[in-house]
């Protein structure tokens, strides 16, 4: 995909839109509803011409919030969690209701990040997601924040539209908030910053241009899209980002309105390398040497000579990331050994492990189709410049 050859979002089998918190609720007035019946006309207009869309829908916390009447500022877990009891109750209505002026059916679904983990739970919300859409249904996704605890949630929605969209083979991901698109530094901070309009490809100089901002209703910032771009283009999914601060937003991106377009990879990864590669949490992480590096990208599998360290308490199978030794993640892949044996055999020939364990083991640490490399090769000199600039 090039600027000139963009695929217009009609010519798109399957969408998944990602619609932040601020779009959808004010904190005085509560629910945006004249902006949420112009956005599910551009729904069933897209699905009119028989593009499949999901929609991932955040607002549960913050319209449960103006419900309850709770003050600004940070919220509990807690708090949170029982604001989202509370508005996502509404916030399905509000989508039901919208839909339905268009004779079109919502079904919710609520996820944790465990049911994008493991993989039976993968499996069976990814079964019931493709039902309703057989049934020509349009799912309505948020995550199901009142049992999400901190340590195991997404958080942000940026990057559950991206596992969804992973999840459904969609071939388009867009991302409406209040920001517009990618600029090459914060615009707010830098007034040299640029816009860019199309990004070829996610390269460390791209990940390094997101800052970390985020607006006080909605949890992410530039950086949680950047990451929710890598999920999705890795998978062969484009992605947009776009301002949906104006009335039909889906419209005014057919009509050439500025967004950031994300190319997809051209050589999309396996279904399963995808679920490798969107793993949120790696049980654990193994630090290699330049010459592993070098021979990971050149497609070789990770053998135990070139580890030097290894982190986290795994077992075989377990995702593990692959870590440079100046920490910059490579790859993520499944570990062939129990982290109590890698830690035996790291280092070592893999002719000397059948010695090592007592058994002939495999010769990989991580073997190259359990592999998915997660970052481009890195460009060292260009990333050095842009960050002495
Ligand atoms: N799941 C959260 C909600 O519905 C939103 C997360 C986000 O802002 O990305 O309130």
Not at 88 to 93: G, M
Not at 106 to 121: H, V
Not at 245 to 270: C, D, M
Request: aromatic share 4%.
């Amino acid at each position: 995909m090039t600027t000139n050859e963009r695929l217009g979002l009609e010519d798109c089998r399957r969408i998944v839109i990602k619609i932040g918190s601020a779009l959808l609720v004010d904190r005085k007035t509560g629910l945006k509803k004249a902006w949420l019946e112009a956005m599910c006309d551009d729904i069933a207009q897209l699905a009119a011409k028989g593009v499949e869309v999901l929609v991932v829908s955040s607002g549960a916390i913050a319209m449960g919030r103006t419900v309850l009447d709770l003050p600004s500022g940070a919220l509990k877990l807690e708090e949170s969690q029982a604001a989202a009891a509370v508005g996502q109750i509404s916030l399905a209505r509000a989508w039901s209701e919208s839909l339905s002026r268009h004779d079109i059916v919502a079904g919710q679904i609520l996820l944790t990040l465990g049911d994008t983990e493991e993989r039976r739970r993968y499996l069976n919300a990814r079964a019931t997601i493709s039902q309703l859409m057989k049934l020509k249904a349009i799912p309505v996704i948020n995550e199901n924040d009142t049992v999400a605890t901190s340590e195991i949630r997404y958080g942000d929605n940026d990057r559950l539209a991206a596992r969804v969209a992973t999840m459904v083979g969609a071939d388009m991901l867009v991302l409406l908030s209040d920001i517009d698109g990618l600029y090459t530094a914060p615009p707010h901070l830098d007034p040299e910053a640029r816009f860019l309009d199309f990004i070829p490809a996610i390269t460390p100089e791209i990940e390094a241009m997101a800052g970390g901002a985020a607006s006080e209703l909605s949890r992410g910032g530039m950086r949680t899209k950047i990451d929710a771009g890598k999920i999705a283009t890795s998978a062969g999914c484009a992605m947009i980002i776009a301002s949906g601060k104006v009335y039909n937003p889906l419209a005014s991106i057919a009509k050439g309105v500025r967004h950031s377009l994300f190319a997809p990879s051209p050589e999309p990864v396996t279904a399963r390398k995808t679920w490798i590669a969107g793993q949120l949490l790696p049980a654990g992480r193994l630090v290699i040497d330049e010459g592993a590096e070098r021979a990971l990208h050149t497609g070789k599998s990770l053998l135990p000579a070139g580890v030097r360290d290894i982190e986290g308490d795994f077992s075989r199978g377990d995702t593990v990331a692959i870590l440079s030794l100046d920490g910059r993640e490579i790859a993520r892949g499944l570990a062939g050994y129990d982290a109590q044996e890698a830690r035996q055999i790291a280092g070592k020939k893999s002719a000397e492990i059948a010695d090592i364990l007592g058994y002939s083991g495999r010769a990989a640490m991580v073997h190259r189709d359990d592999m998915v490399m997660t970052a481009t090769r890195q460009t060292r000199s260009k990333t050095k410049d842009k960050i002495d600039a």
